[in-house]
């Protein structure tokens, strides 16, 4: 589970990333790299394992692909940062769905279904809450695997001294993000998965005060400038995933790790 999850933000790291999403560079070797997993995923079930489609729809499919781009990628997340009291102006707003847009195109959904503005993006977040999809038992497991083990508390301890703590941590951890995961999702969805909202949600409202505090500082120039301050934070980041966006051949080392993965995929 955790493997899958630091996969999934290794690559938004790539992905959102400057200038990662140019033709040829890292953040758009990995977007490709996915597209084709999730088209040899569906060859696979529709050819070999008998996957029925008349009764099941197409797995991996442009509606679903579309909903988990704009909806879960792009309009949630801006969300909770709204909701963490973080603001954007009106053009970062559709910078950020316009990068995603095109994210989005590059792993394989049509154009047509993906927003051409933040207004766009935010019908097509409202349209996905709506569809009332209910969890099987197959989501239920992979929620109580994603609370149990995909995190991992950083520390900054050694490296067993930090997984003793994160150990010690792991009971209020769980709950912790159970209960902040149901603070943005629809509440019947929530309770089918088994997650229920409680008093820990009013960490979010204890945190605004403090997230404004800073935005304050920051736009007041205290921290900096704002290209050294964003700098500083990508570094935080993508140092996490072992990644150096200053190597000129860090895409070049993602073209040839995908080819071979994918030659033993197929």
């Known amino acids: 589970t955790w493997d899958r999850v630091y996969a999934t933000g290794k690559w938004v790291a790539l992905a959102t990333a400057p200038e990662q999403m140019e033709v040829g560079a890292s953040g758009w070797v990995e977007s490709l790299r996915i597209r084709l997993v999730h088209a040899m995923v569906r060859h696979h079930l529709i050819e070999r394992q008998g996957w ?4 099941w729809g197409v797995p991996i499919n442009q509606t679903y692909s579309q909903f988990t781009i704009t909806a879960g990628f792009c309009a949630l997340p801006l969300r909770v940062a709204k909701d963490l009291g973080l603001r954007y102006s009106p053009a970062e707003l559709e910078a950020i769905t316009h990068l995603w847009r095109w994210i989005g195109w590059t792993m394989g959904v049509d154009d047509e279904l ?38 991992a508390a950083d520390f900054g301890l050694p490296g067993p001294l930090n997984t003793a703590v994160h150990m010690m941590a792991r009971p209020f951890l769980k709950p912790f993000f159970a209960t902040m995961s149901s603070r943005w999702m629809d509440p019947a969805t929530a309770e089918a998965l088994g997650l229920r909202p409680g008093r820990l949600n009013n960490f979010v409202v204890l945190a605004r005060p403090v997230v404004r505090s800073r935005e304050l500082l920051r736009s007041m120039g205290l921290m900096g400038p704002d290209t050294k301050v964003a700098a500083r934070e990508l570094r935080l980041v993508t140092s996490r995933f072992g990644l150096d966006l200053a190597d000129p051949d860090l895409a070049k080392r993602y073209q040839q790790a995908d080819s071979g993965k994918l030659e033993k995929a197929s």
């Open 52 to 55: 029925d489609v008349e009764a």
């Open 114 to 151: 993906l927003p051409k503005s933040y207004a766009d993006a935010q019908r097509i977040y409202k349209i996905a809450t709506e569809f009332r999809m209910e969890p099987d038992d197959s989501g239920k497991v992979l929620t109580k695997a994603l609370l149990r083990d995909g995190y």
